[in-house]
């Protein structure tokens, strides 16, 4: 009775081993983590930035990897950093901070990247995208300011569109959305403190029909079928 007792907890214990195993290998196979290196203002990697108050390891790794850079860098907290290229500035070693998305992690610290190697070779399936995920209604031209008007996230895109910013948001989970400066995006849930302004006149980076802002000037929507 004994022997078969012990038998039962190794094939036990072996079920349990082999499935963290498994969910390691998935996990590793999506990133591997390269280490802490320092930043600083010309950007260490330089390529595209975003920010989010949900930020974690895998949301900057997926973002990366969907605009095809080879690494992702989380830094002070919220701010994801893309790249092919990285450690100019050699290594540090406060990549302390907690993710704001997942407090179990860490996603750099003060000019510090926690920086991972993107696998490539995965393919993420493209979003499926409906009319109404893109229902909005144009609320006119806000200036912006140093301390921003939308400040609940914040992303730049060489694709960028009112449509694309709209999305971005909304996943969000904010009220409003503004395009700026022909490539950036901005949320928040309230918007217009500056008053509002004349010159959204710059054409979006990804789509030349529609106009996505202008110099520190939001063309601001507000979100609808939330």
Known sequence: MGSKLIVKNIIKVSFIFIFMFSFNISAN????????????????????????????TKLCVDTCRKKGYKFAGTQYASQCF??????????????????SGNKNQKCGGSWANSVYKV???????????????????????????????????????????????VNICRKSGYKFAGTQYASQCFCGNSYGKSGKANNCNMNCSGNKNEKCGGSWANSIYKILNK
């Open 119 to 165: 696998n490539t070779s995965i393919k993420l399936k493209p979003p499926v995208y409906t009319n109404s995920i893109y229902n909005k209604k144009y609320l006119g031209c806000f200036k912006d300011q140093n301390n921003r008007d939308l400040k609940g996230a914040f992303t730049s895109s060489p694709n960028m569109s009112s449509n694309k910013c």
């Open 29 to 56: 196979n999506n990133s591997k983590y390269l280490g802490c290196f320092k930043d600083q203002n010309s950007r260490d990697l330089s390529a595209s930035f975003t920010s989010s108050g949900k930020m974690t």
């Open 82 to 99: 893309c790249g092919n290229s990285y450690g100019k500035s050699g290594k540090a070693n406060n990549c302390n901070m907690n993710c």
